[in-house]
């Protein structure tokens, strides 16, 4: 009977034994595979990790531990030349790519000559861009891209790649879209989530606000503001097209005419807004930027293929200065508008001439390069490439 009893004993303990290694096992797993919150005291994965040494030291040197929030800020000043299709011959481009919905509904046609040019992973970071602006209207949303880019920033160099690559995606967003006004691209982050397993390190990517920040324009603090500057814009577009009558070349003339009297430039450069289509149409005072987007975000709603082109040119003065204008296409050429020019700063009563106001409309390569010098460099060194244009006038 005593023997029995010892033997029952000896089984529980055994039973006990057995179900303390089952439950130790699944507690190590579940932490292991980060199935379960492990106090960092606890936890066997952080145990295993410190008995790697030198790799772990490594490591931390690059200030790479468990579950810590990278935040990286790309200036938007930055030079690159990260850009696919280089050497692509624009020349033949025609045509629009649906890309987004107008706030009535209808389909809106961009001629996105920026975009075409951008390398893979900045396309994809465009398009979702392109597919979040509502969201972004507040200021504060943040797209998520998951480990869309974890093969890339395993990569020698990766980070510096998808760092020029979000510095060119939206910059070319900014230029295909003259109307997001509102946004403040120089406050949109790119921001990675670098996680630290036994396994190895994984990289989650979202690009949006810093924590507790805005990437809206100022001026429009919040998305109800936003809403009311679009409808503001929204009103004088339709103000302006219902003066347009004719063809084409009638309308393109009537949009040039329309800004040209209508708009002053502004050489205190101490304005708000005068880099964007809001100063141009709204407040009326902006610079040669402000002149081009304004000219092509009506040409997209007329469905007029148009660009905004970068460079330097010669001034009345004889001096060098960065510029800004557009290329049209008109049938089936291109031509060069430089609005900002056709409306020269008038000094007293006296009032621009036709000869004055049409002196860069619709010109040919022959005429418009002997003081204007396209680049591609909306920002650092990117190097875009136009269509190539009319040798002679329209």
Known sequence: MKKRNQNGFLHVIAYFIIGLIFAVTVYACLDILDLIEVPEKYSVAKWLLDQKGNVIEEIVDQDVTQNIFHKVRVEIEEPNSVIENSSFDLSQLNGYEPTRFQENGQPKMVHMMYYQQLDSYAKIIYQELVKNLENMKSGTYNIQFGKTFDDLLHQENGEETLNQS??????????????????????????????????????????????????????????QQVKQAIQQIENEKQKIRSTLKGDTESQIKGVHDYLVENLE????????????????????????????????????????????????????????????????????????????????????????????????YLKGAKEFFTNHTEDGNIVGDANFKYPTISNENY
């Open 166 to 223: 979000f510095q060119l995606a939206i910059n070319a967003l900014s230029f295909d879209y003259p109307d997001l006004f509102y946004l403040d691209v120089s406050k949109i982050y790119l921001l990675t989530e670098i996680t630290t397993k036994l396994w190895g390190t994984t990289y989650e990517v979202e690009i949006g606000a810093s924590q507790g920040q805005s990437y809206l324009n100022p001026i429009f603090a919040n998305q």
């Open 265 to 360: 430039y502004d050489s205190t450069l101490a304005k708000d807004n005068i880099y964007n289509i809001y100063g141009a149409l709204i407040n009326k005072s902006t610079v040669c930027e402000g002149y081009a987007r304004a000219f092509k975000y009506l040409m997209d709603d007329l469905g007029i293929p148009c660009l905004i082109a970068c460079g330097t040119a010669i001034n009345s003065s004889g001096q060098m200065e960065n510029h800004a204008w557009n290329y049209v296409q008109l049938n089936e050429n291109w031509y060069a508008i430089d609005v900002t020019w056709d409306d020269p700063v008038i000094i007293g009563n006296g009032y621009v001439s036709s000869s004055t106001k049409y002196k860069y």
